[in-house]
């Protein structure tokens, strides 16, 4: 059995996105308030894995969790995209005309801004996970309120699905990364397998630094698939890049990386993984 920390509790989209990820595997989730306390699990317990949203395609990237990752010294080994969709649920005796108030994470509610706008009679109140909206509301038997959360979630606390796919934008994707301990990442990936990485580096502050770091990578053929800055806290005007490459030659990827290295400062490799 795999022990996999997430963000949320069951029926949210992490456990969702850890099922289809281990698909057929028996699971011991460990449920986090935040990603900070999901963390701090993986620092604890080394066996345990942990999943992680890393960007959505709406609401762009989880900037806090790519600091949480670099600090951590966990390894990516994987990743999974999972389709986002909303479904409006409540106690099995309300209607949709008996919903006063609508609770979900504030990313939910942006993303289903539309139907909230058609439904302008609900009050919008926010909560840390929409999942554990659903559960409140079964738990607490609160009468007149709704979650905004996956459809799964109904089965897991004996809702009521009022509508489904709810979402403003039908191709809503979150991208999450599979994390785990460097002595155990060799057990779950095969270097000659990965066609992908994430690496971490600051350049130093003159002309040109990062256009050379590029160049490098252009000339060993090497696809950067996304670039993402971050301002190093102390140091102004100066920031981390935290890069993804994909790869169809491992060697020439290795390549790549040594070239890139002496051009760098605070270069770490957060992992080699088989892109998705």
């Known amino acids: 059995m795999r022990k996999i920390a997430i963000q949320g ?3 949210s989209f992490h456990d969702i996105a850890a099922h289809q990820y281990f698909a057929g595997e028996e699971l011991e989730l460990v449920e986090c308030a935040s990603f900070e ?4 699990v993986l620092r604890k317990d080394d066996e345990a894995l942990g999943l992680v949203a890393i960007e ?12 949480l990752l670099r600090e951590s010294g966990k390894t990516v080994v994987g990743e999974h995209k999972l389709h986002i969709e909303h ?10 005309g008996d919903i006063r108030e609508v609770n979900s994470h504030p990313v939910a509610l942006a993303q289903c801004r539309g139907f909230l706008t058609r439904h302008s009679g609900m009050k919008i109140v926010e909560v840390e996970d929409t999942a554990g909206a659903a559960e409140r509301i079964s738990r607490e ?4 309120h709704a979650a905004i959360c996956h459809a799964d979630a109904a089965r897991l606390y004996g809702m009521r699905v009022l509508e489904r796919s709810i979402e403003d934008n039908k191709h809503n994707y979150t991208r999450f990364l599979v994390l785990s301990d460097e002595k155990c990442a060799d057990t779950l990936r095969c270097a000659p397998q990965t066609t992908k990485a994430s690496i ?7 002309e040109g630094a990062l256009s050379q770091v590029l160049s490098i990578f252009t000339f060993y053929r090497i696809n950067l698939s996304k670039i993402q800055s971050l301002p190093i ?16 030659d491992y060697a020439r990827y290795r390549q790549s990386i040594e070239a890139v290295r002496p051009l760098t400062k605070d270069f770490k490799i957060l992992g ?3 892109g998705k």
Request: overall charge negative; hydrophobic content about 40%.
């Open 272 to 274: 080699e993984y088989a």
């Open 56 to 67: 959505n395609t709406i609401a762009g990237s989880l900037l806090h969790n790519y600091e």
């Open 37 to 40: 306390a999901l963390f701090d």
């Open 87 to 96: 479904a409006l649920m409540c106690l099995p005796d309300d209607e949709l």
């Open 200 to 206: 971490v580096f600051a350049t130093p502050h003159t």
């Open 9 to 11: 509790i069951k029926g």
């Open 233 to 248: 806290i102390g140091r102004e005007w100066q920031y981390l890049f935290y890069v993804d490459v994909c790869y169809d």
């Open 141 to 144: 038997k609160l009468r007149g």
